[in-house]
């Protein structure tokens, strides 16, 4: 006869937590130029203020994730055109949310002297906690929604 194998509290919760995720788009976003870092709901632009708000900062911060990232150098050109220099990034390894800062500097360094310090406003940035692809158009209204580029003009 074959043992049962032993129920895991702690498997379960890491189980549930990844869902619940995924499931409310969860994303963290961080804008230089606006002071801005806060979670997001990825798919629509909008913040996360719902009661469960907690319940997604604990899944978010105290688990390591295969974190999707998406870079992007917040630019606008003399004429008042604006446009995204951008990156994305995959990282295979597990990282808890307080180590992205580092992580996402050794990307964002070349990124930055990549675009022309004349046009350049800040840099911004969006992680999911699991593996999805941001398109730069909804990357664009996402940045846009949340005042990337108004920031300049309210300094």
């Not at 129920?7 to 963290?28: G, K």
């Not at 002071?35 to 632009?45: D, Q, R």
Request: aromatic share 8%.
């Amino acid at each position: 006869m074959k043992k049962r194998k032993p129920n895991s509290a702690h498997a379960r919760m890491v189980r549930y937590s990844r869902a619940m995720l995924r499931s409310n788009h969860v994303a963290v976003i961080d804008l230089e130029a606006s002071n801005l870092h806060t979670l997001i709901n990825w798919k629509n632009g909008s913040l996360i203020t719902s009661n469960a708000r907690k319940a997604l900062v604990d899944a978010v911060c105290d688990l390591p994730h295969q974190w999707s990232i998406y870079i992007a150098g917040i630019c606008r050109k003399q004429c008042g055109e604006r446009y995204l220099k951008s990156i994305e990034v995959a990282l295979q390894n597990g990282y808890l949310a307080k180590h992205l800062g580092d992580v996402i500097q050794a990307y964002s360094e070349p990124l930055r002297a990549n675009c022309p310090p004349h046009h350049l406003i800040g840099m911004a940035w969006i992680a999911t906690p699991y593996d999805v692809t941001i398109e730069e158009a909804h990357a664009y209204d996402i940045f846009e929604s949340l005042g990337a580029w108004s920031a300049l003009e309210a300094a």
